[in-house]
Every structure is written in structure tokens, then in C-alpha cells.
């Protein structure tokens, strides 16, 4: 009995208080028949999505594990079949709900695609905790997951909100939102199932910034639903620019704003601002590192024991990393008040040129590196641009 409630209450009690809280999320509550018909065909749609995978990797020998078939098979694995698979599993999950009467407001999207995520959740995390019935580390992975399929689903569910309500169509944006989700996800598994149990360090970060994204979205789809909150957001956005930089630190833009900020604009883009920019950021990288090394130090943290497959040995990494994260926000403030140009273009630019110069030295010095690099460029990304928003010239 208490073998049974070892994995039915870690899968069971997180995913009905997530359906809870996205059920309550939007003010005109949808139909509970079509909710919970959601949630249980994303779990039907998660169990066929395992079975699946377990068949492919019963013939090929293929795991999610490093330390079973090694680095290069196991993102191979997840790549072409995990990830993909257990998208498109969330997808026909959610779609009748898409296709029905009861799909008629843009959070919509928010909301069948996250429940189908739940469902599709509750089932994987039953499944990995009765197949690993000891080790508190299994609980951790099926909790950290949970959330994680409730964000990837968001991306695509954020396009579907955005399909016209007459048409019943994807929007255009679908292929890229659902390819974005797959990636993450991919590269979201690989750090909590295929690496050891100090990799899991790494996705708290993740998943923050996975959160923010999809508040971001349903705030967005929750402005298109309503006329008063599309013009107090319009509003917002012409008034934001001339705000002072403080005011702009508790008012986040709208993702119309920020798009507006990235585009091009009349003037020549300003080439020496994204050279300059670049150094700074790499600048900016190496001082936060520089800083994580003196408080180490200066705190006895011995970085030499640093160890994957041991949780308690990551707390030196987790020190370098906030170090390293630090320096783009800062670097963005510094380029966008430098340069003192009225968009984002230039410092987003910046960034990226100093985020693909660590790709190049990471592919040539230290190739395993790679992929937490990859997962941590949009956290980089996205600071550097929170860095240089803050510092735009009011007008």
C-alpha cells in the first residue's frame, strides 16, 4: 500500500493542484465536461506517447540516459523521437477542444493546451516513479517535469490562442511555437532524465525563465480577448518609452512593445554599438565570473568537487552560473545607455554575438559544454534585452 502511494501521490496531488490554478487562471471559466475531457485524453495521449517510446527503445537500444548509450545517442534520441513524439502526443490531446464550440476567446489557448500538458504530465510522472520506486531524486525529476509540460505546451497553445475563432486554423506562428517547444523540451529532459542528479541544478534557472515566458503569453492572450485590456496595453506601450527607467523595472512590457523595440527602424542599424556591445558583454561575462570565483573563495567553496552525478556537489556551479548570468544584464543597461539609441536592436544584437562567440569557443575547447550553452543562450539572451529595456533613453 504505501509502495502504491509512493508514486500515485507525487504524480496525482501536484497535477490536479496545476489544473486547480490554470482552471482559475481565466476569469470566464470554460466548460468543465471539455476541461476534463482534455486532461484525460492527455493522459490517454501520454500513455501511448511511453509505450511508444519504450517500444523504439526496446528495438534500438537507444536511451535518454548518458550514461547508458552516451552524450550523442541519448540528444539523438530525444531530438527525433522523445521530444517530438510527446509534443504532437499534447497537440491531439488538445485539439478537439481547438476544433470545438467551446474554443472561443485567445486564453483559450492557454488553457486546453496546459491541460492536456497536465494530463500527458500525470501519467509520464506515474510511470517514472513506479518504475524507480526508491530514491527521493525520481520524486524531484517527476516534480520538476510537471511544470516544464505545462510551459512547452503554452509556446504552441499561445499560436493556437492567436488562431482567427472563424477559421479554426493554426495561425502561421504554430510550426515555430510548436518547434520551439519541442527544442526546449528536448534540451529540458535531456538535464532532468538523461544526466545525473547534480544536472538538476541546471533546470531551476530553465524553468524560471520558461515561466516567465508563458505568463507573458497568456497576459498577451488575455489583452487580445478583452478591448479595455487592448487599449490600457496600448496605452501602456506608447507611454512606456518615456517612462524613467525605475518605472519600467515594475511595468514589463507587452510583447507588442518589445517587438516594436527589435524591429528595424529608419535609421541605419549602428555596427560599431554591436561590435562595442559585443566586447562589453564578453566583458561583462568574465567580471560576473571573476566575482563568483572571489565570493567562492572567500566563502571556502571548494569549486574542485564539482560532480553530476552527486546533487550535493553542484552548489560551486550553481555560484558560477549566477555569476555568469549576471554580467548580461548589466552589459545590456551599459550598451543601451552608451549608445543611447531609442530601440532594443542594437544590445539584442550585442548579445547574440557575444552568446555565438561562446558557442564557437565551447565547440572548440570544451564540445560536452555545448549543450548546457544552448540551454542557457535564451536566459542570456533575454537578460541582456531586461538589461538594455531598463536602459533606453526616456524620451
Same mark, same amino acid.
Given at each position: 500500500?504505501l509502495?502504491?502511494l509512493?508514486w500515485?501521490?507525487?504524480?496525482?496531488?501536484?497535477?490536479v493542484?496545476?489544473?486547480?490554478?490554470?482552471y482559475?487562471?481565466?476569469?470566464?471559466?470554460?466548460p468543465?465536461p471539455?476541461?476534463?475531457?482534455?486532461?484525460?485524453l492527455g493522459?490517454v495521449?501520454?500513455a501511448?506517447?511511453?509505450? *511508444? #517510446?519504450a517500444?523504439?527503445s526496446?528495438?534500438?537500444?537507444l536511451d535518454?540516459?548518458?550514461s547508458?548509450?552516451?552524450e550523442g545517442p541519448a540528444?539523438l534520441?530525444?531530438?527525433?523521437?522523445?521530444a517530438?513524439?510527446q509534443?504532437?502526443?499534447?497537440?491531439a490531446?488538445?485539439?478537439?477542444?481547438f476544433l470545438?464550440? #467551446?474554443?472561443?476567446?485567445?486564453?483559450?489557448?492557454?488553457v486546453y493546451?496546459?491541460?492536456?500538458?497536465?494530463?500527458?504530465?500525470t501519467?509520464?510522472? $506515474?510511470?517514472?516513479?513506479?518504475?524507480?520506486?526508491?530514491?527521493t531524486i525520481?520524486i524531484?525529476?517527476a516534480?520538476? *517535469?510537471?511544470?516544464?509540460h505545462v510551459?512547452?505546451?503554452c509556446?504552441?497553445g499561445? $499560436?493556437l490562442?492567436?488562431?482567427? #475563432?472563424?477559421q479554426?486554423?493554426?495561425?502561421s506562428?504554430?510550426?515555430?511555437?510548436?518547434?520551439?517547444?519541442?527544442? !526546449?523540451h528536448?534540451?529540458y529532459?535531456?538535464f532532468?532524465?538523461?544526466r545525473?542528479p547534480?544536472?538538476?541544478v541546471?533546470?531551476?534557472?530553465?524553468?524560471?525563465?520558461?515561466?516567465?515566458?508563458?505568463w507573458?503569453?497568456?497576459?498577451?492572450?488575455?489583452?487580445r480577448?478583452?478591448r479595455?485590456?487592448?487599449?490600457w496595453?496600448?496605452?501602456?506601450?506608447?507611454?512606456?518609452l518615456? !517612462?524613467?527607467?525605475l518605472?519600467?523595472l515594475?511595468?514589463?512590457p507587452?510583447l507588442?512593445?518589445?517587438?516594436?523595440?527589435?524591429?528595424?527602424?529608419?535609421?541605419?542599424?549602428?555596427?560599431r554599438?554591436?561590435?562595442?556591445?559585443?566586447?562589453?558583454?564578453?566583458g561583462?561575462?568574465v567580471?560576473?565570473?571573476?566575482?563568483?570565483?572571489?565570493v567562492?573563495h572567500?566563502?571556502?567553496v571548494?569549486?574542485?568537487?564539482v560532480d553530476e552525478h552527486?546533487?550535493?556537489t553542484?552548489?560551486?556551479? *550553481?555560484?558560477?552560473?549566477?555569476?555568469?548570468?549576471?554580467?548580461?544584464?548589466?552589459?545590456g543597461f551599459?550598451?543601451a545607455?552608451a549608445?543611447?539609441?531609442?530601440?532594443?536592436l542594437?544590445?539584442?544584437?550585442?548579445?547574440?554575438v557575444?552568446i555565438?562567440g561562446?558557442?564557437?569557443?565551447l565547440g572548440?575547447?570544451?564540445?560536452?559544454?555545448?549543450?548546457?550553452?544552448?540551454?542557457?543562450?535564451?536566459?542570456?539572451?533575454g537578460?541582456?534585452?531586461?538589461? $538594455?529595456?531598463?536602459?533606453?533613453?526616456? *524620451?
Amino acid at each position: 500500500m504505501l509502495e502504491t502511494l509512493r508514486w500515485v501521490i507525487p504524480a496525482v496531488v501536484p497535477a490536479v493542484l496545476a489544473a486547480v490554478l490554470l482552471y482559475r487562471s481565466n476569469v470566464r471559466r470554460e466548460p468543465v465536461p471539455m476541461v476534463v475531457m482534455t486532461f484525460v485524453l492527455g493522459a490517454v495521449a501520454g500513455a501511448v506517447a511511453l509505450y *511508444a #517510446q519504450a517500444t523504439v527503445s526496446r528495438f534500438t537500444g537507444l536511451d535518454v540516459r548518458t550514461s547508458a548509450v552516451g552524450e550523442g545517442p541519448a540528444l539523438l534520441f530525444l531530438f527525433c523521437l522523445v521530444a517530438p513524439l510527446q509534443e504532437v502526443a499534447k497537440v491531439a490531446a488538445m485539439w478537439p477542444a481547438f476544433l470545438s464550440d #467551446q474554443f472561443d476567446e485567445p486564453y483559450d489557448g492557454i488553457v486546453y493546451a496546459g491541460t492536456a500538458a497536465i494530463g500527458f504530465a500525470t501519467v509520464e510522472s $506515474a510511470v517514472v516513479l513506479h518504475t524507480h520506486p526508491h530514491g527521493t531524486i525520481w520524486i524531484a525529476r517527476a516534480l520538476l *517535469a510537471l511544470p516544464a509540460h505545462v510551459f512547452f505546451a503554452c509556446l504552441w497553445g499561445y $499560436a493556437l490562442g492567436r488562431a482567427k #475563432q472563424g477559421q479554426k486554423r493554426p495561425t502561421s506562428i504554430f510550426p515555430a511555437a510548436w518547434l520551439l517547444a519541442t527544442a !526546449s523540451h528536448g534540451l529540458y529532459a535531456h538535464f532532468v532524465y538523461g544526466r545525473g542528479p547534480g544536472a538538476l541544478v541546471a533546470v531551476v534557472p530553465l524553468l524560471l525563465a520558461m515561466g516567465g515566458v508563458a505568463w507573458v503569453a497568456g497576459r498577451d492572450l488575455k489583452n487580445r480577448g478583452d478591448r479595455a485590456s487592448r487599449e490600457w496595453a496600448a496605452s501602456v506601450g506608447e507611454n512606456r518609452l518615456s !517612462s524613467s527607467s525605475l518605472a519600467r523595472l515594475s511595468h514589463p512590457p507587452s510583447l507588442k512593445t518589445v517587438r516594436d523595440s527589435l524591429r528595424r527602424t529608419d535609421r541605419p542599424v549602428m555596427l560599431r554599438w554591436i561590435l562595442f556591445g559585443a566586447l562589453v558583454t564578453f566583458g561583462a561575462m568574465v567580471a560576473g565570473l571573476s566575482a563568483s570565483v572571489a565570493v567562492g573563495h572567500w566563502i571556502h567553496v571548494d569549486f574542485s568537487v564539482v560532480d553530476e552525478h552527486d546533487a550535493a556537489t553542484t552548489a560551486p556551479l *550553481a555560484l558560477l552560473g549566477m555569476g555568469l548570468l549576471a554580467g548580461f544584464p548589466v552589459s545590456g543597461f551599459l550598451v543601451a545607455r552608451a549608445s543611447n539609441v531609442p530601440t532594443l536592436l542594437e544590445p539584442a544584437l550585442a548579445s547574440a554575438v557575444a552568446i555565438t562567440g561562446v558557442w564557437v569557443l565551447l565547440g572548440l575547447m570544451a564540445p560536452v559544454a555545448l549543450v548546457f550553452a544552448f540551454a542557457f543562450s535564451p536566459i542570456a539572451f533575454g537578460l541582456s534585452c531586461a538589461g $538594455a529595456w531598463v536602459g533606453m533613453p526616456t *524620451a
